[in-house]
């Protein structure tokens, strides 16, 4: 263990580096099509503006077949799931042996291990020269603020005198969870015992979303005065636009008994959306009440 220290006081260079992408769904790739022309040489051009050189220049639309990556890191938000790969490269000459990669996600509330494969990673792996190690870690965004990855990656090298030593280094991705969906809600009484939940959904992502379900868990008996999804006629939510939902609440809905101890507990709202590469969203409000009279 000195020995250990000592050499990692001089920070030699590691064997194995790190490298962390994000995993995200693509989306189908633009084109500026440029207008056909009876001059040659701007057909010309017309043509290579398409995604495909065989396409037809007068299709104008524009979206292509192709598909692209996000350019960027991007925008991460509260109710999706953060995936991203964990890639170890051996960039040496020599193998390497007992190789492991473990994550941890660091929230504004608690330290969360990410899974990973225990018995590979209780054994390790052995990396060739350019081989790589890789594992996948996903985690539900839940709070809002700054999170933190960080990423241990250790390995055993062998020494020259035939000895080997185990080398360990750590690595800090920072990002910040933003609000997807902003919930505005209000509750009132109706006759014969009756409630009303009325809530205001606003997108306050940068792209589109589509809200899949609008649905409350409750003991009420609640009624959806809202959209039918299995018809279609989905709502799509720009950047900004902001959509009206309504359940009618009925007592009876559980049972009688526990309801009554819960007093003025009109349960959850749950949302479900999907953005516009398909990746799913998910969101429950916390406990809602009634106003007192």
């Known amino acids: 263990m000195p ?112 899974s990973t494969d225990e018995e590979e990673a209780a054994a390790g792996a052995e990396l060739q020269p350019g081989g790589s190690l890789q594992k996948i870690v996903s985690y539900d965004l839940k709070e809002e603020g700054g999170h933190t990855l960080a990423v241990t990656v250790s390995y055993t090298e062998a020494m020259q005198d035939g000895e080997t030593r185990v080398r360990t280094f750590k690595k800090l991705y920072q990002f910040v969870a933003q609000q997807c969906i902003m919930v505005r809600t209000k509750a009132g009484p109706l006759g014969d015992g009756n409630a009303v939940l009325e809530a205001q959904l606003e997108n306050l992502s940068e792209g589109p979303v589509t809200l899949s379900n609008v649905s409350m868990k409750t003991r009420w008996k609640a009624t959806s005065l809202n959209w039918d999804g299995k018809k279609g006629g989905v709502p799509v939510l720009r950047s900004r636009d902001v959509v009206q939902v309504a359940f009618l609440l009925e007592p009876g809905g559980g049972e009688g008994e526990e309801k009554e101890k819960e007093g003025d507990d009109i349960g959850q709202l749950s949302i479900e959306w999907k953005t516009s590469c398909g990746d799913k969203g998910f969101l429950r409000t916390g406990k809602l009440f009634l106003p007192p009279v």
Not at 32 to 46: G, I, K, M
């Open 3 to 114: 020995r250990e220290r000592a050499l990692s006081e001089v920070k030699e260079p590691h064997l194995i580096s790190l490298k962390v992408l994000r995993l995200s769904r693509p989306s189908l790739s633009e084109q500026q099509a440029l207008p056909s022309s009876p001059n040659p040489a701007l057909l010309e051009a017309s043509r290579y503006s398409h995604a495909y050189h065989s396409h037809d220049i007068n299709d104008t639309f524009i979206f292509t077949p192709l598909l692209t990556l996000p350019p960027s890191f991007g925008s991460v938000y509260i109710g999706e799931t953060f995936s991203c790969i964990l890639s170890a490269n051996n960039e040496s000459r020599v193998s390497v042996t007992g190789g492991k990669i473990s994550a941890q996600m660091q929230t504004p509330s608690q330290t969360i291990r990410l």
